[in-house]
């Protein structure tokens, strides 16, 4: 078995495996990056060391989440500090990994970061893989 943080992203409950979590922080103020991809909202200060700030939703293919969305999981990929935006937090609790059904259908972008289900009272959640959401490190094309 292994540790999840269980959050909400886009209104669907997911799983995140807690070696991809180096913590849990609100964000502050956000400062756009002109010309970054559509899913980068842009750069922030946190305890001192700048992060890049991923519009979770717009990485999905969906609509960019609300401009005042401020709670992150900090990931670590190649060396560098993501805030990945989450609606909200929900658990952390251990679950044991299954993979994903042949039969189950993901949508957008949720069938690249999907990368297999828990069960949390008899109900599947997705598990998802963060570092499929930060460009250049096998991001989504939005």
């Given amino acids: 078995m292994a540790l999840f943080l269980i959050a909400q992203i886009a209104g669907r409950t997911v799983a995140i495996e807690s070696g991809q979590v180096e913590s849990v922080v609100d964000i502050g103020v956000i400062v756009p990056v002109p010309r970054s991809e559509r899913h980068v909202r842009g750069l922030a200060a946190l305890r001192s060391r700048v992060v890049t700030v ?9 609509e960019p989440g609300p401009q005042d969305a401020m709670r992150a ?6 060396g560098h500090h993501y805030a ?7 658990d952390v609790a251990p679950f044991e990994l299954m993979p994903l059904s042949t039969g189950l259908v993901l949508d957008k972008g949720w069938r690249l ?4 289900l828990v069960e949390r009272d008899g109900e599947p959640i997705l598990a998802i893989a ?12 939005a």
Avoid: W
């Fill in 54 to 62: 991923i519009d979770t939703r717009a990485a999905l293919g969906l």
């Fill in 73 to 78: 999981v900090i990931t670590i990929v190649d």
């Fill in 84 to 90: 990945v935006l989450v609606d909200a937090l929900d």
């Fill in 113 to 116: 970061i999907g990368r297999g």
């Fill in 130 to 141: 963060l570092d499929s959401l930060i460009p250049g490190a096998g991001a989504i094309a």
